[in-house]
């Protein structure tokens, strides 16, 4: 029989099953569970609830059992999934991802999500064409959308309009009421009660709070088809790396930032700079002008120098000149004409040179009309004898000198005494003591004057401009006369054309203020006295304060007075 | 050169050699090549049959798998995994009208295992790129103060909307790039528009929190959609119903009735800001990208999430659902970072590769061109069947702009989906157009 089936072909169709094809009994019966009898217990476990029949527990058997499920701990509805398969037998691990999730909808879970379409084998070919559905079916779904919507939609804005509004009359019930306990001998038989609702107001704040329902457990999280992320890379952070920012006038967490970096930061460097060509020519002009000009002083400079240095030059022959000639008249030398005194020394000193070697050369026969002259020749030797020996102690006491005194006296040689050049007339004092001193440092307010202590209120303690110019240069009275240029200047043209110009007649007041002729013409701004007077009594408030006497205490006799008449009049009253 | 001319042809020599060897040597050179022959042929089967014996025929749990796939399979005409759009507008009118295919049951429950899915990698339907058109900068408008982050284009085609970093909503007249209104009232950057093709309203949503409704006869605001508790980044509207869906940076995207600025539903689920949004009409009808790397596509009469897409690496800045195919397209950034989706239980249908970048938006027009926009400023073209890019190249900021002023923020299609509008960085809107063929 086997061997025939093997070699006949399949069938091409399934074969049909009658309805009242009895005898085909349903093969897959759960196998019965047949319970031991007793002795042969030994390997086996009652599980199920049909091993214990109607009975109890086997005390033979050493296992846990619980008949009719007695004592067995309910750990059923646990979250532990029962395990299932798909047609082939395959487990399918992805019931957990559709667990708690409702039937339509798709999880994707597998490899085979990830395979392109056309890649993939488990799908037909019409499941692959992705045609839109049709109008109708569009339709369909529209309606079908648009009911459910609608339903939550009505719901939505019935339960946004005012609902529950108290009824103003008030709903009242009566109710008859018969008490239970007829205690008090039958006064009250049967009350009729009517119940009222409570009014109440629409705009009451809600008098419960209400409390926020915490959010329920999350849907379970969809199995996640990408790989996970990679780490970044050196290269990667890197490349992503911001610098901190770094401020140029905070550094709260105290960063050391080499300057040349700040510098980089600031972008100072970053544009460069160009200069016109023009700039560059300019400033070339410049520096040849400058040097030019410097040359022209320097050179007028020298110039004046020189000219100065011979002025001085023949001004010191001059002086010496007029010294030599002060020093031979006190010597008793006549003075000699100015242009010979050079001749005549030398003519003295050749005598003096030639007499001292009691010279035999002179003329014996002019001997008595030479005495005179001899007289005269000694003379003028003997004078030039202490000349010279005076000249000598001088040199003498120079080279004994001590060197600082060497020094003074050279230095008095070189640059005379100020008094000995005030002498000499070469030195002047200056012409005045104004001059020298510099003109901007006069009229200065001193900061300090002006403001005095803090608790002073004297602000205005002086007058602006005090003992200044500037008052002057501000504020020129105008008088009604010698203003020439609020008249036009004098001329006829000038004045009627102010006149036209002054449309309101106020250049000039026609009638002035009473007394206003009396008051002399002002020359300066108007100036504030501070008034000393005690305008609001304060002072005197205070003097009293001082003394010490109260307010009520001189009127004291007028109170007396006040009350004894009010006696008075009490008592006449009374009378 | 005299010797070489003098010596004789060798050819002639050669062939000489060979003939007389071959009549030589002929009878007894073709037995022994017979013998080798049979020798050689048995020395191959007996090895074939030792080594290869049990690696003959398939598992047999494959070869059902199979089915005909190996010599059936020329037979039948070749079928497309995806096919191209239809070139003609009757044709296409015909296969939007044509009964639908009946639903197919999803993935998971399908019987598959892990060798199934990798078997077949050989059969691999490959489908031709069909060309497109390269695409070209002809207009740039500006006007705005800020980044450009919204745009939307008017269904009459005649003038488009964008949004700007300078909180204005500025419309500009599609043909001649004038502007025509400014619209304020947001008082942060506006992060989405969307014109309504059945009413006279334009919706603006920005990062204020706000949602507004405007009334374009009258050009003011009439409504506030008030909920969202953080920046509202994306809006979209739905094509059928009255509702509109926004979502933003409190991680959540709302549904909102329309006329009575009721709060439908709060589609939460999103662990981060929900970067994008988009409706369509049939289910999944919301489909939102967040910042958690996640897309979810809603079942918008429930309020639930259908499926959750966790295949992107990082967060999912745009979406795109092609006007007539039945799916989507969704970017971030980084490689392999463009998915493409099938509709309805979001099967993974191919990568566009190549776009390194932080995608900011893609818009698909009905031709199939998929377009996406980098934030740094590059510009790619897809065939949106095939996933090939036919075209890239980079935003130019305009003069006096800083370099890193290239970026692209939003873009979207005109209504014929010959013009590209896109919102870039350096404040300017610019419009590409397809080069005439």
Redesign the interface.
């Known amino acids: 029989m086997a061997a025939l089936a093997a070699a006949l072909p399949a069938p091409v169709h399934a074969s049909v099953r009658d309805a009242d094809d009895d005898d085909e009994v349903p093969l897959q019966l759960a196998p019965k569970r047949v319970i031991p009898p007793y002795g042969q217990r030994r390997a086996w476990k009652p599980t199920a609830p049909e091993d214990f029949g109607d009975g109890g527990a086997y005390p033979e058997c050493h296992v846990a059992q619980y008949p009719i499920d007695m004592g067995r701990k309910k750990t059923a509805s646990g979250n532990t999934l029962a395990l299932q398969v ?3 037998g ?1 487990v399918r691990y ?1 019931a957990i991802a ?1 667990q708690g999730h ?1 039937k ?20 037909s ?14 339709q369909a ?2 309606d ?3 009911a ?2 609608e339903k ?2 009505n719901a ?2 019935k339960a ?1 309009q005012p609902k529950n509004v108290p009824d103003s009359r008030g709903n009242s019930t009566f109710i008859r009421y018969t008490p239970g306990q007829q205690g008090d001998g039958g006064s009250l038989k049967q009350r009729i009660i009517k119940m009222t609702d409570v009014i109440e107001d629409p705009l009451e704040p809600p008098r419960f709070k209400h409390k926020k329902i915490p959010r329920g457990p999350p ?1 379970p999280p ?6 996970p ?1 990679r780490k970044a890379t050196a290269q990667e952070q890197k490349e992503w790396m911001i610098p901190p920012c770094i401020s140029n006038w905070k550094n709260n967490k105290g960063f050391t930032i080499p300057l040349d970096k700040r510098l980089a930061a600031d972008g100072r460097g970053l544009q460069d700079v160009h200069i016109n060509d023009n700039f560059a020519k300019f400033s070339e002009a410049l520096f040849i002008a400058d040097r030019h000009a410097r040359e022209e002083v320097r050179q007028r400079a020298l110039m004046q120098q020189k000219i100065a240095q011979k002025e001085k030059a023949t001004k010191e022959e001059n002086l010496r000149m007029l010294a030599q000639r002060a020093r031979e008249e006190r010597a008793g030398i006549a003075p000699s004409a100015p242009a010979r005194p050079t001749a005549a020394e030398g003519k003295a000193n050749m005598a003096g040179a030639l007499g001292g070697y009691g010279s035999g050369s002179d003329d014996s026969g002019s001997e008595a009309a030479d005495s005179a002259e001899d007289d005269d020749a000694v003379k003028v030797r003997e004078e030039m004898r202490q000349e010279k020996r005076r000249e000598r102690e001088r040199e003498m006491r120079m080279s004994n000198m001590g060197t600082e005194q060497r020094a003074k006296m050279l230095a008095r040689q070189q640059n005379r005494d100020i008094s000995e050049k005030i002498a000499l007339g070469l030195a002047k004092p200056t012409m005045s003591k104004e001059s020298m001193l510099d003109a901007r440092l006069f009229n200065q307010e001193s900061l300090q004057s002006s403001f005095g202590d803090e608790e002073n209120y004297n602000l205005y303690d002086r007058p602006l401009f005090h003992g200044s110019s500037a008052a002057a240069a501000i504020y020129k009275a105008r008088g009604a006369q010698g203003n020439e240029d609020g008249f036009g200047g004098g001329t006829e043209e000038g004045i009627s054309r102010a006149l036209d110009n002054d449309r309101f007649g106020l250049g000039v007041a026609k009638h002035r203020f009473e007394g206003a002729a009396d008051q002399e013409v002002r020359e300066g701004p108007v100036q504030f006295e501070k008034d000393t007077g005690d305008v609001f009594g304060v002072d005197e408030f205070l003097n009293e304060a001082k003394r010490g006497t109260k307010r009520g205490l001189d009127e004291r006799d007028g109170g007396a007075a006040r009350k004894k008449q009010q006696l008075d009049r009490a008592s006449e009253r009374d009378e | 050169m005299s010797v070489d001319a003098s010596l004789p042809a060798l050819d002639g020599l050669l062939r000489a050699s060979g003939k007389r060897t071959r009549a030589v040597f002929e009878a007894s050179l073709n037995d022994r090549y017979g013998e080798d022959d049979i020798i050689a042929r048995t020395r191959l089967a007996v090895k074939i049959r030792d080594e290869y014996a049990e690696a003959k025929d398939l598992p047999a749990a494959l070869q059902a ?1 199979q089915g005909g796939v190996g010599p059936a399979r020329p037979k039948q005409p070749e ?1 497309k ?3 191209g759009p239809v070139a003609d507008a009757t044709s296409r009118a015909i ?7 009946e639903r ?1 049951e ?3 429950t ?5 060798s ?2 990798l ?3 050989k ?3 490959v489908t031709q790129p069909t060309y497109h058109p390269q695409w070209k900068l002809t207009r740039v408008i500006s006007g705005h103060l800020g980044w450009v982050r919204s745009v939307a284009v008017e269904p009459g085609n005649q003038w488009f909307a964008t949004g700007a970093g300078d909180r204005v909503i500025k419309i500009w007249d599609l043909a001649s790039g004038e502007l025509k209104l400014s619209l304020t009232g947001h008082i942060s950057s506006v992060r989405g528009l969307a014109v309504s093709p059945r009413h006279p309203y334009l919706f603006s949503c920005a990062e204020d929190k706000m949602v507004k409704c405007w009334d374009l006869e009258q050009n003011k605001v009439i409504r506030h959609y008030h909920g969202h508790l953080s920046g509202v980044y994306a809006l979209a509207l739905h094509p ?2 009255d ?1 509109l869906v926004t979502a933003g940076r409190d991680s959540s995207a709302r ?1 909102w ?1 329309m006329r ?1 600025r ?4 709060v589609l939460s ?1 999103h662990t981060a800001t929900v970067a994008d949004v988009k409706c369509q ?3 999944p ?1 919301v489909i939102t990208g967040s910042m958690d ?2 897309v979810r596509l809603w ?4 309020g ?10 990082k967060s999912v800045r745009a979406l795109a659902i092609h006007p ?4 989507f397209a969704s970017g971030s950034a980084g490689g392999n970072n463009i998915k493409k989706w ?2 309805p ?7 566009f590769s190549g776009h390194n970048a932080i995608v900011n938006t893609m818009s698909v027009n009905a031709e199939g061109v998929l377009f996406s926009g980098g934030d740094n400023g590059s510009l790619w073209f897809w065939d949106y069947d095939t996933g090939t890019a036919f075209q890239n190249m980079s935003d130019i900021p305009q003069p006096g702009s800083l370099e890193a002023e290239a970026g692209v923020f939003c873009s979207t299609f005109d209504m014929t989906g010959t013009r590209l509008i896109t919102g870039c960085a350096d404040k300017t809107i610019k419009v590409y157009a397809e080069q005439a063929k």
């Open positions: 798909d047609a082939e395959n992805d559709q409702g339509n909808r798709i999880i994707q879970s597998q490899f085979k999500d990830l395979v392109p379409l056309h890649k993939r084998t488990d799908i070919d019409d499941q692959r064409d992705m045609e839109r559905p049709s109008e109708d079916e569009v779904t529209a079908r959308t648009r459910a919507l939550l939609t939505k804005i946004a849907s969809p199995p996640v088809l990408r790989s992320p | 798998q079928r995994l995806i096919t296969a939007t009208i044509a009964p639908p295919t197919r999803s993935t998971l399908s019987s598959s295992t892990l199934k899915a078997a077949l990698h059969t691999q339907r059928t119903l509702v549904v009735d009575t009721a709060q439908i539903h689920g009409d049939s289910d009808q790397s996640t079942d918008l009469a429930a639930k999430t259908m499926v959750t897409l966790t295949h992107h690496k007539t195919e039945y799916s099938k509709c239980e979001g099967t993974f249908v191919f990568n």
